[in-house]
């Protein structure tokens, strides 16, 4: 297969959990070599496997343009920070953790050529915070994917303040070759997407909290009148409720009381009630 001269050559990915095997599958099926690095060889070995899953299921629906040994044949994972050295691009998707995610990057800026370009794929934390902890700044934006990302159709590409103009217009092209829509924004906290998404959850959650109706309910109002695809409470449990409620918290230092977590969120969260990964949230997910 061709790779498409509109995305790098050989793309990384820090982190192979489900947003990041969902990246890595994004740019490896649009013909680009892809290392995901992973923190041990078990953690690399999930990574792998959930990525060969993506790959068969794109093929079995007819959405591979080769076959999935030949786009597997591009596709390897490593513990070894020094297998980033000929990327082009590195995302890196390790946990919504500020000082986590400043390590990582900076971890892996050690091990790129001068023109290579890095990006985080944060849904809410502070883009220009973490550019200015990178030695080259200009090379660094936020790539906020969406889950699932074979599905999704949005990349939300957000500008720190450092960011070069060739950068922002590259990554929007990058955005377009694979297969999706860039929506651009200067950084702020939650950004466009997170900021709206959280917003109406949280309020969601206030409403089952104060017996105004059922998760069912709130997400059927929101699905049949504003022909949402999932509801907000669902769409939580999807993307985790300890995700929500670090967003939320982060939200709430920095813009104020109308994204303080309610107290329905705090509890579930205690009681391991976080959405489809752990079998219940909101809803049932067991079956």
Request: proline share 3%; charged share 20%; glycine share 8%.
């Given at each position: 297969m061709t790779t498409n001269l509109a995305i790098p050559h050989v793309v990384g990915v820090l982190g192979g959990g489900r947003m990041g095997a969902g990246i890595a599958h994004a740019f490896l099926v649009k013909g680009a070599t892809v290392i995901v690095v992973e923190r041990d060889h078990e953690a690399a070995a999930g990574a792998h496997g959930r990525v060969a899953d993506a790959v068969a299921?794109?093929?079995?629906?007819?959405?591979?343009?080769?076959?999935?040994?030949?786009?597997?044949?591009?596709?390897?994972?490593?513990?070894?920070?020094?297998?980033?050295?000929?990327?082009?691009?590195?995302?890196e998707a390790v946990p919504e953790d500020y000082e986590l995610k400043v390590a990582a990057l900076k971890a892996v800026e050690e091990h790129l050529s001068a023109d290579a370009f890095l990006a985080s794929n944060t849904s809410s934390l502070s883009v220009s915070g973490l550019a200015s902890e990178l030695r080259r700044p200009a090379n660094f934006l936020g790539l906020h994917f969406?889950?699932?990302?074979?599905?999704?159709?949005?990349?939300?590409?957000?500008?720190?303040?450092?960011?070069?103009?060739?950068?922002?217009?590259?990554?929007?092209?990058?955005?377009?070759?694979?297969?999706?829509?860039?929506?651009?924004?200067?950084?702020?906290?939650?950004?466009?997407?997170?900021?709206?998404?959280?917003?109406?959850?949280?309020?969601?959650?206030?409403?089952?909290?104060?017996?105004?109706?059922?998760?069912?309910?709130?997400?059927?109002?929101?699905?049949?009148?504003?022909?949402?695809?999932?509801?907000?409470?669902?769409?939580?449990?999807?993307?985790?409720?300890?995700?929500?409620?670090?967003?939320?918290?982060?939200?709430?230092?920095?813009?104020?009381?109308?994204?303080?977590p309610p107290q329905i969120l705090r509890d579930k969260v205690a009681r391991r009630e976080l959405g489809r990964k752990t079998g219940k949230g909101f809803f049932d997910w067991t079956d």
């Open positions: 299921k794109s093929a079995a629906r007819g959405t591979l343009n080769e076959t999935a040994e030949a786009a597997l044949a591009r596709f390897s994972t490593s513990t070894d920070y020094e297998s980033f050295v000929h990327c082009g691009l590195v995302v969406f889950n699932p990302v074979p599905a999704s159709t949005l990349i939300e590409v957000v500008l720190a303040k450092e960011t070069s103009s060739e950068l922002a217009t590259t990554a929007k092209s990058w955005t377009e070759a694979l297969g999706k829509t860039a929506v651009v924004v200067n950084d702020a906290p939650g950004f466009a997407s997170s900021r709206l998404g959280v917003a109406i959850a949280l309020e969601a959650m206030r409403m089952v909290e104060e017996g105004v109706a059922s998760a069912e309910d709130i997400d059927a109002a929101m699905v049949l009148g504003y022909k949402h695809p999932t509801g907000p409470l669902r769409t939580t449990d999807i993307v985790g409720l300890d995700v929500r409620l670090g967003i939320a918290e982060y939200l709430h230092s920095t813009l104020g009381e109308r994204f303080a």
